[in-house]
């Protein structure tokens, strides 16, 4: 196995400052400086950004598993919700010879040739959160991260019962979805989910537009959906910056958000759970379900490395358990693909 040796025992690099990957803030900078030392493995890892809590979370978990008292040297670089940032960063890993690369990739398409250059530079590459759409499954080693549309179908499973328990019918359903990255698998998933949902029980699934999983996107897209809409009563956010943007445009406007749709309110549902203001929201039904989207995948992406380490091959896709949580007492369980999950508090 190949090691990224340096002839001084630890050598600052202030890769944040002198690579082109766009402007960072000084907390993120601080991030990517790295020392190597000799004798650890060297892992790169190109996180795709910093766009939501989901993210941060998930970039202080591979932090804090890929330390050098865990034995690793890791070069961190964020690549600021840009792909051409993301494939600088993995050519500049090939150049440095690194171990591992491990790439959370912001969106699917168009990994093909920067994989292909680690593939002949013999790294392999872990792919972690979402996916990339490959010529060849073989460019990458595996991945970890979650099920995004089982995530969408929970989400719509439960909009099912609760509408069913309340006596709503389908058409009365008026839903826009405020998508995630387009492209990405956290958004093809979900969006996926409640458009196939929507066909088979009728819902008026009224508008589609991304939001980017940020708060403030989140925010503006809302604001104007309500000029283009005046019936609305489901906002499907696909993270909960997005939720938490919306409930902020929503109520700026004076409307009252909550699950009672009969009553005049309009219900917010998303995606991951992470933060705990968003987890509150739940608590009080302003968001009225949560489908968990677990970002803790730091030790889970080492668990790989220390397979490929051992010299075996690890499982190629790996997926990762998830809840559901809702404060409503209306629907305790609901049941996906013939597997029952259990509705839990926030
Ligand atoms: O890919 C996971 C998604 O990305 C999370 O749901 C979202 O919050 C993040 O930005």
Redesign the pocket.
């Known amino acids: 196995m190949k090691r990224f040796f340096q002839s001084s025992v630890a050598i600052l690099l202030m890769l944040a400052i002198i690579t082109s990957c766009g402007s960072s803030t000084s907390k993120e900078a601080k991030k990517e400086q790295v020392s190597i030392d000799t004798g650890l493995i060297t892992v790169g890892f190109s996180q795709?950004?910093a766009?939501?809590?989901?993210?941060n979370t998930?970039t202080e978990s591979m932090l804090s598993a890929f330390t050098k008292e865990n034995g690793y040297n890791l070069i961190y670089k964020n690549g600021q919700q840009k792909q051409a940032n993301q494939i600088t960063s993995i050519r500049m890993f090939i150049q440095q010879d690194v171990d591992y690369i491990v790439l959370?990739p912001a969106m699917e398409d168009g990994w093909d040739s920067v994989l292909q250059e680690a593939k002949e530079a013999e790294i392999p590459v872990i792919l972690v959160?979402?996916r990339v759409n490959a010529s060849d499954k073989n460019l990458y080693s595996c991945w970890v991260?979650?099920d995004?549309e089982l995530e969408g179908k929970k989400m719509c499973a439960w909009i099912k019962a609760f509408a069913d328990r309340r006596g709503i019918t389908g058409d009365e359903l008026h839903i826009v979805n405020i998508q995630?990255?387009i492209g990405?698998?956290?958004q093809i998933g979900?969006t996926r989910a409640l458009a196939n949902a929507s066909r088979e029980y009728g819902w008026d699934l009224m508008a589609e537009v991304t939001g980017d999983?940020?708060e403030s996107k989140g925010k503006e897209v809302m604001a104007a959906l309500l000029k283009g809409y005046d019936n609305i009563n489901i906002v499907y956010c696909?993270?909960?910056?997005?939720a938490m943007g919306a409930i902020d445009a929503l109520e700026s406007a004076g409307k009252r958000v909550g699950p009672n749709i009969k009553n005049g309110e309009i219900m917010v549902v998303s995606?991951?759970g992470?933060n705990e203001d968003s987890l509150e929201y739940c608590r009080q039904g302003k968001i009225s379900c949560i489908a968990e989207?677990n970002?803790l995948h730091g030790p889970r992406v080492e668990a790989l490395v220390e397979t490929l380490e051992k010299g075996e091959t690890p499982e190629k896709f790996n997926y990762v358990d998830e809840k559901l949580f809702s404060s409503l007492n209306a629907v305790s369980s609901i049941t996906v693909d013939e597997k029952e999950y259990v509705v839990e508090e926030p």
């Open positions: 795709l950004g766009e939501s809590d989901w993210r998930n959370a959160d979402r991260g979650s995004f995630g990255t990405s698998t956290a979900r999983f940020t696909e993270n909960d910056n997005e995606f991951d992470v989207c970002p």
